[in-house]
């Protein structure tokens, strides 16, 4: 199953680049980059539960 989502913030700023996990119970089950035009897509096995989408946080720098 594919899954296609197109991501707009209200300040008008791009998400391009930023690196999304979908998330089945809270186990990552897919992950997409956002591209220029604000959309992302996950390739899935066929779910029958919520699902979430959240920020890849490996992304953030620490220290």
Known sequence: MTI?????????QSLKGAPLEL????????RGVVDKH???TFDVKSVTT???VRVDR???KTG
């Open 4 to 12: 296609k989502l197109k991501l707009e913030l209200p300040s008008g």
């Open 58 to 60: 490996s992304i953030l």
């Open 23 to 30: 998330l089945s119970m809270g186990v990552s089950i897919a």
């Open 38 to 40: 604000g959309r992302v």
């Open 50 to 52: 919520e699902l979430a």
